[in-house]
Nanobody
């Protein structure tokens, strides 16, 4: 069974930094992309940053220049380095595995982590 496990959230003052990590484990043949989304209270879930298996990245305009997504040395691990955090970055951050295929003959599906809270105080 595939699981996405996140860690690294917490409380930080404005201007501070946090690093989120996510590892996908289980039976995994391939993943098209991994990334991070966030959802603030009363708002829809939104894209933060993604990285394809080929290394292409995509960022929300609101985090460009402050956040960096990267791969870990452990297979199927992705990090989100968040610098110069702002109160408006406060949200639950979710890891996503896009079009994860457990076996080559299995139809791919999207998977989500349980979410990790990031709170930025002013």
């Amino acid at each position: 069974q595939v699981q996405l496990v996140e860690s690294g959230g917490g409380l930080v003052q404005a201007g501070g930094s946090l690093r989120l990590s996510c590892t996908a484990s289980g039976s995994i043949f391939s993943i098209n992309a991994m990334g991070w989304y966030r959802q603030a209270p009363g708002k829809q879930r939104e894209l933060v940053a993604t990285m394809t298996s080929g290394g292409s990245t995509n960022y929300a305009d609101s985090v460009k220049g402050r956040f960096t997504i990267s791969r870990g040395n452990v297979k199927n691990t992705v990090y989100l380095q968040m610098n110069n955090l702002k109160p408006e970055d406060t949200a639950v951050y979710y890891c996503n595995a896009d079009r994860l295929r457990e076996k080559f003959w299995v139809t791919p599906s999207d998977y989500w982590g349980q979410g990790t809270q990031v709170t930025v105080s002013s």
